[in-house]
């Protein structure tokens, strides 16, 4: 007789990020966790720093690697008067090019981070 115990909540994922030998454990992990989080979660600094042991400055380093790296991407939306206001993230299992002519910026995070405190009527550090 054969019993196999099956558990509920897994995730799919690609291999081809887990043996990236360009992203350190942390980029992986936090990559991870991206994919195993339900299409409706709202991604945002703060919101991961409540649902990792990870904080703050960790978890913006892990972003900054995951997009320097290709992937992920982010993009800023505007409202109906122009103004800059939430990101679109956008998470990719294997690396993509930076879109011709829009380097990634190394504010782009720390603009997250200042509107959620600014949200939030906290510091962003």
């Given at each position: 007789?054969?019993?196999?115990?099956?558990?509920?909540?897994?995730?799919t994922?690609?291999?081809?990020?887990l043996?990236?030998?360009n992203?350190?454990?942390?980029?992986?992990?936090?990559?991870s966790?991206f994919?195993?989080?339900?299409?409706?979660?709202?991604?945002s600094?703060?919101g991961?720093?409540?649902?990792?042991?990870?904080g703050?400055?960790?978890?913006v380093?892990?972003?900054?690697?995951?997009?320097?790296?290709?992937y992920?991407r982010?993009?800023r939306?505007r409202?109906?008067?122009g103004?800059l206001?939430?990101?679109?993230?956008?998470?990719?299992e294997r690396?993509?090019k930076?879109?011709?002519?829009k380097?990634?910026?190394?504010n782009?995070?720390l603009?997250?981070?200042?509107?959620?405190?600014?949200?939030?009527g906290?510091?962003a550090?």
């Open positions: 007789m054969i019993r196999i115990e099956k558990n509920t909540g897994y995730t994922m690609s291999n081809y990020y043996w990236d030998g992203l350190t454990l942390k980029a992986k992990g936090l990559l966790l994919l195993s989080l339900p299409a409706s979660w709202i991604y600094v703060n991961l720093v409540a649902i990792c042991k990870e703050r400055s960790g978890i380093s892990g972003l900054r690697e995951l997009e320097e790296k290709g992920l982010r993009e939306r409202d109906e008067k103004m206001r939430d990101n679109v993230y956008v998470i990719y690396p993509q930076p879109k011709a002519g380097p990634i910026s190394e782009l995070l603009d997250d981070m200042e509107a959620e405190s600014a949200a939030s906290n510091q550090w």
